[in-house]
């Protein structure tokens, strides 16, 4: 398949490339990944180590390959999707196997210079391969159910995978991703209802499953949810995460208690500080104006996506992009939720902010092809 | 293969909706957590911040230092001594046991503290100190410092510990302090919070649990920043206690640690009272007992040694004991019948030995009887049937109201534990409890200071300055509280006729100077000195007519328990009363022999300040008096110290 049956009429080349970019994208990317930084400098105590200077590393890191695949012509990407889909289901079974068990599950292996979660790289490989598929398909058979049989399979394989980890969160973020590049791609309404209805009969087989030979989730991810539905059963044990993490939040009020000044995190009453729950330290430290203005940030990388998307006539560039704003939204919509109570503990972190290295690569690499499919778009 | 443009057209569109509908979806939902923010940040704020609060800040109490109790003379009686204990955080420690092992190769660990500590740390959260070993010296606190990386979790600690320089000398009258128990909590309605610190330190007994409320202070408070685990990770602020108020006290402890070997061994009590002030300047009960021991906890072994001896040391038999005062009473009912007018200038009693009262016969200690006794003669000899003859006209009422006057059945008010009330009967008191009729041989009885009548050393001390005073003088224990001099225990005059007073003094002054006296024995003779007492010998045993056939058995060979008590009260100088002595020796044998001498080397000791000279003594006395005064100063090393700065 050639790119150019999208009558291109011209195309950038060679450096002229960089003036195409999408810098406010680039921009936000930046204003969100500092905002991190300064909330892991203020974590750890007004210390760049330990978690803070690794990040700023790791997002320079990050920037370069944005920037080198979005050189790379998005069709090149496009035909690349189902090797990169496989490698990672490679790596999915290899953590399976040789994976280093942290937090009770396992989740990464250990390149060495980096702990690699393949669990978050399947996120954007599995929309680029569902997007890819998508672009592929003529229009009219993709509402025939036998031609829905091979998304279901790329979304459900790695799911399963995941969930054997296991690790609920980013399970339930596969299904999320994939189901709204489905959907985008113009499936029928009448599945969504189906499966939608289907997964409410699969959450009360799940409760009713406890306790059984044949329960579906384990102990913890059952605490979790009990915690969630009402913190305060136990607040001293599980539920004492979100109790904790409302107190930050909610003591932030309007400007917050300045910067390096919130007492929760700083005297250890918020779990994991750093990595999921570093968004109540940032409405603690700078109350809801520090809050609201990094959910500002994000709704605007949402809006420049889906404009982004929408100003493409490539399809594999729109679902692609699309696919990437939905995996973005999820994170921190998923994040956010459950640190103001209205989500359960699911382990997600939050975009751009939490420490944390696998994610943070993957959503850049994913941002360097929503670059690319900008840059390279059909004009 | 080339695509339909209009179907390409087609599905950009269908795609264009969905991704807006989806973007959408995705601000909105983005809208709603903004709201969830601005409810959770803005509208709830207060009650978050406060929840907050409540996070992070634990106020702790800071234990006030202990008001110092210091003698007469402003000597240190109980003080505060910094001292050292090892404490351990199980948290820090990690593996406990072999922190103890290693511990305990450094420094010796009491096996019961160890177990005390062990058990404390299973209790508490691991982040609290536990001691593990306290008042240790120095040297093992630089051991502990020294090796501290071979020992996580255990740091050595400063604190107040009370420490009673003199030792044993005021085990009775100022007490000691100890851990707060269960049970003292349970007492208070509404205990200080103070309280609840673990070991924390209240007075248990004597002038320390008295005095408990001046001497402990105020807490102060001071609020900490805990992290999640309850560690203090700052002070924020401290509001400083107030320390407990420094109470001096009326005793002299040169005199009280000579009164207190003087005693020696025996069981016995003796109390010295100023004359001008009413100041308790002794009071010491023997055996007595190291305090310092209870301050930490005392041994079991050590506690049964005190309980079980016969002796009973840790009783304070000086205020506590109620003794039959015996002929040291007489006085009382010599008053009461001269005050009642019925003893004439010329008037005498003649003595067969014994008196028939209402068919019974009651016996003078002479079986042989004293003949013609006047007031003088009777009290100089000591003379029963005087004082059965005297009762009987005067009348048991008039007797117990004289006896109350002079502060016997009365409960003084002196901060010490357990002070007794003792008992001056009246026909009523029999009547209320014991629901019989008062007869005319309980009169007699009480007459001799036998039967009903029971006094405490203190009582007969008083009792002796009241005589010798005229006044209502009233004992004071407590000087000054934080320097603010407390009232005077002066008193009032007494309202009794000058003349009697007179009589009986001179009568007290014939019993110790007169060679008939009783006490003739132990007399002074510095003229300027001269006392004036009475002897008291108080059965505890009653003597049948079948025994007084055979001959009373003498006192040395009866078991020790059922020998008689033996008192001696007086006052000296005989011109100017200046101090009252009273003492009691508990089945000591006959007053004159047991307690008088005693009495009269304490009466010295307060009159010239310091080891009086021999020349005070009568001449035959003076080489027993000599090896006696060697053996005291060997047994009261510091004695000089202690004698040098009296004022």
């Not at chain 2, 057209?9 to 973007?23: K, N």
Request: hydrophobic share 45%.
């Amino acid at each position: 398949m050639s790119y150019l049956e999208y009558s291109v009429k011209y195309t950038p080349t060679g450096l002229r490339k960089v003036l195409y970019l999408n810098w406010p994208l680039i921009l936000l990317l930046i204003a969100v990944a500092s905002i991190g930084f300064l909330m892991l400098y203020s974590v750890a105590g007004g210390s760049f180590s330990p978690w803070a200077e690794p990040q700023m590393k790791r997002f320079a890191m990050g920037l370069v390959l944005m920037l080198v695949v979005a050189m790379v012509p998005i069709w090149f990407w496009r035909n690349m999707a189902a090797v990169a889909y496989l490698g990672s289901i490679v790596l999915l079974l290899a953590v399976e196997f040789f994976g280093a068990v942290g937090m009770g599950a396992q989740r990464w292996i250990d390149l060495g210079f980096m702990r690699l979660q393949p669990s978050e790289v399947t996120k954007i490989t599995m929309v680029m391969l569902l997007a890819a598929y998508y672009d592929w398909l003529p229009a009219r058979n993709t509402s025939k159910p036998q031609w829905l049989l091979v998304p279901l399979l790329i979304v459900l394989l790695p799911t399963f995978l995941v969930l054997r980890q296991p690790d609920l969160g980013t399970a339930i973020l596969l299904v999320a991703a994939g189901g709204g590049v489905i959907f985008l791609a113009g499936v029928h309404w009448a599945y969504f209802v189906t499966v939608i209805t289907a997964g409410i009969g699969l959450l009360v087989a799940v409760f009713q499953s406890r306790g059984t030979a044949w329960q579906m989730l384990k102990d913890y991810q059952y605490r979790r949810i009990d915690t969630f539905l009402d913190p305060s059963t136990d607040p001293l044990g599980a539920g004492y995460h979100i109790t904790q993490s409302k107190i930050a939040l909610g003591s932030g009020g309007w400007t917050g208690r300045g910067f390096m000044q919130g007492t929760q995190s700083r005297l250890n009453f918020l779990p994991e500080k750093h990595t999921d729950f570093i968004f109540t330290t940032l409405a603690e430290e700078f109350g809801f104006i520090g809050a609201f203005s990094l959910l500002g940030l994000y709704a605007l990388i949402i809006v420049f996506c889906v404009t982004t998307a929408m100003a493409t006539r490539d399809r594999f560039s729109s679902l692609m992009t699309m696919g990437v704003a939905v995996t973005f939204f999820l994170f921190f919509a998923v994040n956010m939720s459950m640190v103001m109570g209205l989500a359960p503990v699911v382990g997600v972190p939050l975009p751009m902010v939490s420490y944390g290295g696998s994610a943070m690569l993957v959503l850049m690499i994913a941002f360097g092809l929503v670059q690319s499919a900008h840059i390279h778009r059909p004009r | 293969m080339r695509r339909n443009p209009r179907e390409l057209e087609q599905t950009h569109r269908t795609l264009s909706r969905r991704a807006i509908l989806l973007g959408g979806a995705q601000l909105a939902f983005a809208g709603a957590l903004g709201l969830r923010m601005q409810y959770l940040q803005v509208e709830q704020a207060d009650q978050f911040r406060l929840l907050a609060e409540e996070n992070r800040i634990n106020i702790r109490l800071i234990p006030p230092a202990r008001g110092e109790i210091y003698d007469r003379n402003g000597r240190p009686v109980a003080q505060n001594s910094q001292s050292y204990r090892i404490v351990m955080v199980r948290e820090d420690a990690g593996d406990v046991d072999a922190v103890i092992t290693r511990l305990g190769q450094l420094v010796e660990l009491e096996e019961e503290d160890l177990n005390r500590a062990m058990t404390e740390m299973k209790r508490s959260p691991p982040y609290l100190p536990v001691t593990v070993a306290e008042q240790v010296s120095w040297r093992d606190v630089s051991t502990v410092a020294v090796n501290a990386p071979a020992l996580p979790g255990v740091v050595p600690e400063v604190g107040l510990t009370r420490i009673y320089p003199q030792g044993s000398d005021y085990a009775h009258v100022v007490g000691y302090v100890g851990p707060v128990s269960d049970y003292d909590l349970k007492q208070i309605e509404d205990p200080d919070p103070l309280l609840r610190i673990p070991r924390f330190q209240i007075g248990k007994v004597g002038l320390e649990s008295k005095q408990e409320a001046r001497l402990r202070g105020a807490a102060g408070i001071k609020r900490v920043e805990v992290n999640a685990a309850g560690r203090v990770m700052r002070e924020l602020d401290r509001r400083e206690g107030q320390a407990g108020a420094d109470v001096q006290i009326t005793i002299d402890s040169a005199l009280q640690n000579y009164v207190q070997a003087r005693l020696g061994e025996e069981s016995a009590s003796a109390v010295v009272i100023d004359c001008d002030t009413g100041d308790i300047l002794a009071s010491a009960s023997a055996p007595t007992f190291d305090p310092n021991l209870f301050v930490r906890g005392i041994s079991v072994a050590d506690y049964r040694g005190l309980t079980e001896n016969p002796y009973r040391p840790l009783a304070n038999k000086a205020v506590q004991g109620v003794y039959p005062p015996g002929s040291t009473f007489k006085m009382i009912t010599a008053m009461a019948a001269l005050e009642a007018g019925l003893i004439g200038p010329d008037d005498t009693v003649w003595c067969p030995g014994h008196l028939e009262v209402s068919g019974r016969r009651f016996h003078c200690w002479k079986r042989a009887g004293h003949g013609h006794v006047d007031l003088q003669n009777s009290l100089k000899q000591s003379c029963d049937v005087y004082y059965y003859d005297l009762a009987l006209k005067v009348g048991q009422d008039k007797i117990s109201a004289m006896a109350q006057r002079f502060g016997l059945g009365v409960r003084h008010d002196v901060p010490m534990s357990a002070v007794a009330r003792g008992l001056a009967p009246d026909r009523a008191w029999k009547q209320r409890v014991h629901g019989q009729e008062w007869l005319v041989g309980d009169t007699a009885n009480a007459s001799i200071g036998q039967g009903f009548m029971l006094a405490s050393p203190l009582q007969l001390a008083v009792m002796t300055a009241r005589l010798a005073t005229g006044r209502s003088l009233s004992p004071r224990l407590v000087k000054s509280i934080d320097g603010v001099e407390q009232p005077s225990g002066a008193g009032e005059s007494l309202g009794m006729n000058e003349n009697n007073l007179r009589k009986m003094r001179r009568a007290m002054f014939a019993v110790s100077n007169d060679r008939r006296g009783t006490a003739y024995g132990s007399r002074i003779i510095e003229d300027a000195y001269r006392m004036a007492g009475k002897t008291g010998t108080s059965q505890v045993r009653n003597i049948t007519t079948a025994e007084r056939a055979r001959g009373v058995i003498r006192n040395e060979d009866l078991p020790w328990e059922r020998r008689d008590h033996a008192l001696f009260v007086n006052f000296a100088p005989f011109d100017a009363p200046r101090y009252a002595v009273s003492v009691v020796v508990e089945h000591g044998g006959g007053g004159s022999s047991a307690a008088a001498p005693i009495a009269r080397d304490i009466t010295l000791q307060a009159l010239y300040g310091d080891t009086p000279p021999l020349e005070a003594y009568p001449a035959k006395d003076r080489p027993r008096i000599q090896a006696q005064q060697d053996r005291l100063r060997r047994a009261r090393p510091d004695a000089d110290i202690r004698g040098s700065d009296r004022a």
